[in-house]
T-cell receptor, first 112, second 115 residues
Framework: GEDVEQSLFLSVREGDSSVINCTYTDSSSTYLYWYKQEPGAGLQLLTYIFSNMDMKQDQRLTVLLNKKDKHLSLRIADTQTGDSAIYFCAETTPRGYSTLTFGKGTMLLVSP | DAMVIQNPRYQVTQFGKPVTLSCSQTLNHNVMYWYQQKSSQAPKLLFHYYDKDFNNEADTPDNFQSRRPNTSFCFLDIRSPGLGDAAMYLC??????????????FGPGTRLTVT
């Protein structure tokens, strides 16, 4: 079945690195995504990783994928107060039209 | 800028009074999705259209319907809203999954309040 789990809350200080973790259960996942949602807004795609990759780096963002453990992480370097938001992990599987299954989201709070 | 637009951003309706939420896109994407997101929960897919082909999720209540009159527009109709239907409703679009990365682009959402 499909299930995506995330820790609910993370608090860091400005300038530190943040690591948000996610586990998923569907081994047939093809793409895994990280979305950001600011208060009252829609979801913004931050980055994605294909399931045959271990790591992807995009500026301050690093995604690590451990397919054996079905574990995905998002590292944000030099975290800023503007990074405060809810971060959703999502997976897509080869069924239907690439429908997404989301985790419940991790609220990241960055303090000055 | 190409984008996904949702109107209205905030909608208040009365218990049992039908309501329609709208979504439009300038991306010319084949696929359009409607998600329901309740407070502190993951977005939950209600249904999606691949062109005119409608795909309902198995657990979407019959109270929720959708229409897609053309590529650009998609509507979510709630026939008899209950208090439990109060939520943020998110519209998203994507290209044909066979055309590269299956990336979904989201609108800003419509927050529905039921009184």
């Amino acid at each position: 079945g499909e299930d995506v789990e995330q820790s609910l809350f993370l608090s860091v200080r400005e300038g530190d690195s943040s690591v948000i973790n996610c586990t998923y259960t569907d081994s047939s996942s093809t793409y895994l995504y990280w979305y950001k949602q600011e208060p009252g807004a829609g979801l913004q795609l931050l980055t994605y990783i294909f399931s045959n990759m271990d790591m992807k780096q995009d500026q301050r963002l690093t995604v690590l994928l451990n397919k054996k453990d079905k574990h995905l992480s998002l590292r944000i370097a030099d975290t800023q107060t503007g990074d405060s938001a809810i971060y959703f992990c999502a997976e897509t599987t080869p069924r239907g039209y690439s429908t997404l299954t989301f985790g419940k989201g991790t609220m990241l709070l960055v303090s000055p | 800028d190409a984008m996904v637009i949702q109107n209205p951003r905030y909608q208040v309706t009365q218990f049992g009074k039908p309501v329609t939420l709208s979504c439009s896109q300038t991306l010319n994407h084949n696929v359009m999705y409607w998600y329901q997101q309740k407070s502190s929960q993951a977005p939950k897919l209600l249904f999606h259209y691949y062109d005119k082909d409608f795909n309902n999720e198995a657990d979407t209540p019959d109270n929720f319907q959708s229409r897609r009159p053309n590529t650009s527009f998609c509507f979510l109709d709630i026939r008899s809203p209950g208090l439990g239907d109060a939520a943020m409703y998110l519209c998203a679009t994507s290209r044909d999954p066979g055309q590269g990365i299956p990336e979904q682009y989201f609108g800003p959402g419509t927050r529905l309040t039921v009184t």
